[in-house]
């Protein structure tokens, strides 16, 4: 393992050394900005070498049907929003700044509810963030971006730096937690069940997602990366996210569920809701999937999803298909009811007009999604911040957004893991708090795992 290491470093310089040479001829008279400079790479691992370089800020989105994988390092553009005035506006000033480069792509997302202030442990992410990652690899080949004429002396720092980077040939192993947190705890889960349960009774809602926040803490600060590559290869079929802006603060997560993907005016949608966990063999695993395609509550939440994502895009659509049955959608530790969607876009549809229509979905908001969305910030009493809520990339003729549900917060010593579980008539305590525990199995067994004796 050193030699191959070693061997991946010695090309991660070689490879920086040739951005290097490039940039000499990168000037105002002959580039168009922002320019892109790259080189052909090849690391032995993508991953493990991404998690293993020591670098401050570092990005990764992988795609969850072809794993094709964007890794970053550094920054090069942020844009960043603390009072949301729609989200449109935001994907156009990324737009605007990409100019007709269509190489490079903006990554990160936006908060689950735009509020007047951030809470503290929110803060460095703020209400909507993107990024443009100064050096990037996309499986091929490792590229540079420099913004404008004054922006080089930056970029040839930034590389010189990635160029002297460190990789270790270990991967650390994750400090053991000392507790556990639930925010809220059992009894205060059963309480907002209980409220729940009111609130079907008198049709205030049809449905409610309600959100738990098991917060580890550790001995010592946590490593994002070396969390991520631990996530990313025990979540299979996921989309995997992470987004690192210090060594020690990070929102990284395995979500299955994409909440949109447009190319041009081709759109792919999808509903998943409705879990069971995953059997320990196949026959117990059908009897379980069985047992999700025939429960009447998980077809109930499956269906309100359904009924909601026909309404909101109906009037943004030429065609539009929506599975009239839902199959099941099998995942690592888990197994969701899952219908696709697919449609034809007006011309006039915007990337932030979907967005806004789409967010929140029933399945992690609720439906009615105002009246839940009302009852979902009186009963959380912690701020759901990114969870839940649109991640993805932009680029300068397409977009993908997931929902960033299976996802965890570094905060220095601390993780805050964020799961939810959808509340219909016949929904019962005691098997919801399972089902999230179910839910962030992915990350819990990791601990564990890491720090079994």
Not at 11 to 17: E, G, L
Not at 72 to 92: C, K, L
Not at 424 to 441: D, L
Request: proline content about 4%; overall charge negative.
């Amino acid at each position: 393992m050193a030699n191959g290491t070693l061997t991946t470093a010695q090309n991660q310089s070689d490879a920086a050394y040739r951005l290097l040479e490039q940039m000499d001829g990168v000037n105002e008279s002959n580039s168009t900005f922002p320019a892109t400079i790259s080189v052909p790479f090849q690391p032995e691992n993508a991953l493990d070498w991404w998690s293993s370089i020591r670098f401050a800020q570092k990005f990764v989105w992988q795609d969850r049907q072809t794993d094709a994988s964007l890794f970053g390092f550094g920054v090069a553009d942020t844009i960043r929003r603390d009072h949301i005035h729609g989200m449109e506006a935001v994907i156009d000033e990324c737009r605007l700044r990409l100019g007709s480069n269509q190489q490079l792509r903006w990554l990160g997302g936006f908060s689950f509810s735009e509020s007047a202030e951030v809470s503290n442990e929110w803060l460095p992410f703020g209400n909507a963030q993107f990024w443009l990652p100064r050096i990037t690899f996309d499986g091929d080949s490792l590229r540079c971006v420099i913004m404008n004429e004054n922006d080089l002396e930056a970029a040839k720092n930034s590389v010189l730096s990635f160029r002297k980077a460190d990789t270790p040939d270990f991967a650390p192993q994750l400090p053991a937690y000392q507790s556990r947190t639930d925010f809220p705890d059992k009894a205060g889960w059963f309480a907002n069940i209980d409220a729940a349960m009111q609130l079907f009774e008198t049709e205030v809602v049809e449905k409610i997602v309600l959100a738990r926040k098991a917060v580890y803490a550790f001995h010592e600060p946590l490593q994002p990366s070396a969390l991520a590559v631990r996530l990313f290869a025990n979540t299979a079929s996921c989309y995997h996210f992470c987004f690192q802006l210090n060594p020690e603060t990070a929102f990284l997560g395995a979500t299955p569920e994409r909440l949109f993907s447009r190319l041009d005016a081709s759109l792919l949608s999808e509903v998943v809701a409705g879990t069971r966990r995953r059997g320990q063999s196949e026959a117990e695993d059908q009897v379980l999937a069985e047992q999700l395609l025939a429960s009447q509550k998980d077809q109930l939440e499956h269906d309100i999803v359904r009924k909601s994502i026909r309404q909101r895009l109906h009037k943004f659509v030429d065609s539009l298909q929506v599975d009239s049955k839902a199959s099941i959608l099998k995942l690592a530790h888990k197994q969701h009811l899952y219908s696709a969607v697919k449609a034809t876009l007006k011309s006039e549809v915007t990337d932030g007009q979907l967005i806004d229509r789409l967010h929140p979905t029933p399945a992690v908001g609720g439906y009615p999604t105002e009246n839940a969305l009302a009852e979902i910030r009186r009963l959380e009493t912690f701020d759901r911040g990114w969870y839940a809520a649109p991640v993805g990339w932009i680029s300068a003729d397409a977009a993908e957004f997931a929902v960033g549900i299976r996802s965890g917060l570094v905060t220095g010593n601390q993780l805050s893991v964020y799961s939810g579980a959808g509340i219909v008539p016949g929904s019962t305590a005691e098997e919801e708090w399972q089902e999230i525990e179910h839910k962030i199995r992915d990350f819990v067994s990791i601990l564990d795992r890491d720090n079994a004796s």
